[in-house]
């Protein structure tokens, strides 16, 4: 008997399952909440070099004081980051007399002064991180984003080692103390820093939540399970929008995003260790526990199972032996999963942040702009439904990432005059962003074995999160070409999603428990509907 067997008997997606499912989905609303927090805590607002007050100024207007201190752009608007060295009082008698030497410009040595009308203060404010600091302003989103990869890699391995649960427990716990710190920083280290470690946590929610919920859901309902569960990830996004709206003063933005996770630390006491985990270590009175447990909440009074059945069940694994980041990569299929899935994942975060974080240039007011994105995921996901259980995985992961380039990619050729057509074709690059990102969790966490899930997780959202690092950074290159970042995260995600053809097809495949169940499934060939025990079964046509 193999585990899907055994979730059949108990029933594999009733009342226990719902249930579980509900509550881990309340930390995926938290997620986004932090992942996207960048484009509020970090917004800049208009600014303008501070002028302090001369004697020759007394008898002059505010805006004759800005006049013949502050150079203008073409359309008008002052200068953000250079002033005059000496005022240009000839500029009273004629405006439009711009001083065309770079000499008599030179950058702002009294501070900025900003436009508070949007925010009340962010951390552009309030360390003046512009201009010549508009790296470190950027570089905030890459703190926290290498501190989700780095959290991949630590509870990847963790989750395998000692249990999803207590590591889920353990990473809400330290996003709920550093979140705080974050909000409670005095110096920009600090902030950047507490960022990171935020980071680190949060990955472990973003690593265990999802496949600590499919390894309790019969095959049937795989598929729905990570849709909805992907879903709440899209409510949070627009929540974010609704929170940003309403708090405008970064310190109390971030107590804001933090505190629900207290609510999923409260709730994390109704879900139980995954089952799977336990036998595949050999805890099999634990998993004894919570089948009678699911069995009885489902209405399966009559279920009975040995722990004798449950030893043999227990995944094949030598005495001694452990697996690590390494074992992703000592057999040949492995291999290649692994190599293709992390391409896939970088490409995936890459384009998806690019995107999210490039809220002022959609044509909507930022709020609505966030409000849009998260709402527009939703439709992109239940679409992802009936695509992934009727063309599979592969193509759906491919060619929906590979339209995402393409739509990036489409707006460096419309011209900006076309905002609305430009506006269109952003909306729908969003909705393939999100649908790749949906059906890249699910479809990852079908490709690893028992074993090996947690690490393979671990080493993909590794991956995905030097994506995620990067693209911040990629809007940068603004300063080389216009077009550069767009013309990028085009490259990418085409490049990315053409990989996506070299995985194998899970649609309808059994979960697989060791090593052995993909290498055998290759040697073999696709084995059909009813093959012998342990043998996954080929996918089923639509």
């Excluded at 201190?69 to 439009?96: H, K, V």
């Excluded at 995107?355 to 044509?363: C, I, P, R």
Aim: a positive charge; proline letters at 5%.
């Amino acid at each position: 008997m193999k585990f899907e067997d055994l979730l059949l008997e108990i029933g594999g997606f009733g009342r226990f399952q719902i249930l579980i499912s509900f509550i881990l989905c309340l930390p995926r609303i938290n997620l986004p909440m932090h992942f996207l927090l960048h484009n509020f805590l970090a917004a800049t607002p208009s600014h303008r070099c501070a002028i302090p007050h001369q004697e020759a100024f007394a008898n002059l207007t505010v805006e004759e004081v800005l006049l013949v201190s502050i150079p203008r752009e073409p359309d008008g608007t002052f200068r953000s980051c250079e002033m005059f060295s000496q005022p240009q009082f000839q500029l009273l008698l004629d405006s439009s007399l711009q001083p065309e030497n770079d000499s008599v410009t030179q950058p702002c040595q009294h501070g900025w002064v900003y436009d508070h009308s949007q925010f009340t203060s962010t951390i552009s404010t309030q360390w003046d991180l512009v201009c010549k600091q508009r790296g470190l302003n950027q570089a905030t989103a890459t703190f926290f984003f290498i501190g989700v990869t780095m959290g991949a890699v630590v509870f990847g391995y963790l989750s395998d080692r000692f249990g999803r649960k207590a590591m889920l427990l353990l990473s809400l716990v330290c996003s709920v103390v550093f979140g705080m710190l974050s909000a409670a920083s005095v110096s920009y280290s600090m902030l950047a820093i507490t960022r990171t470690l935020t980071g680190v946590a949060l990955s472990g929610v973003s690593l265990i939540v999802l496949p600590l919920g499919m390894e309790w859901v019969d095959i049937q309902h795989r598929t729905l399970t990570g849709i909805l569960t992907s879903i709440f990830w899209s409510i949070g996004n627009m929540l974010l929008a609704m929170v940003a709206y309403l708090v405008r003063e970064w310190h109390w933005l971030l107590v804001a995003v933090t505190g629900p996770c207290l609510l999923s630390i409260v709730c994390l006491w109704w879900v139980p260790e995954s089952a799977r985990w336990l036998i595949a270590n050999g805890k099999v009175k634990q998993a004894h526990g919570h089948l009678l447990r699911c069995a009885r909440m489902n209405g399966r009074k009559d279920f009975a199972v040995s722990l004798e059945a449950l030893r043999r069940m227990a995944t094949d694994k030598k005495p001694g032996e452990s697996y690590s980041y390494i074992s992703l990569f000592r057999t040949p299929v492995l291999r290649k999963i692994s190599l293709c899935s992390g391409a896939v994942w970088f490409g995936v975060a890459f384009s998806y942040y690019g995107m999210s974080m490039n809220l002022t240039g959609f044509g909507l007011n930022m709020y609505l702009s966030q409000f849009v994105f998260g709402i527009i995921e939703i439709p992109a996901k239940v679409i992802m439904y009936v695509l992934v259980n009727r063309v599979g995985r592969r193509q759906s992961q491919a060619w929906a990432l590979i339209l995402t380039g393409l739509c990036i990619g489409a707006n460096v050729i419309i011209p900006k005059p076309f905002t609305s057509l430009r506006s269109v074709v952003a909306i729908m690059g969003k909705g393939f962003s999100e649908a790749a990102f949906t059906t890249v969790f699910l479809y990852t966490s079908e490709l690893y074995p028992t074993v090996l899930r947690q690490n393979g997780m671990g080493y993909t959202s590794f991956v995905a999160r030097l994506g995620g690092s990067l693209a911040p950074l990629v809007f940068l290159l603004d300063e080389v070409w216009r077009s550069l970042p767009e013309v990028t995260y085009c490259g990418v995600a085409v490049c990315c999603g053409s990989v996506a053809f070299l995985l194998p097809e899970t649609l309808n495949v059994p979960l697989p428990e060791g090593i052995e169940d993909i290498e055998k499934a290759q040697v073999k060939g696709p084995p059909q509907i009813g093959a012998p025990e342990g043998m996954p079964l080929q996918t089923l046509p639509k």
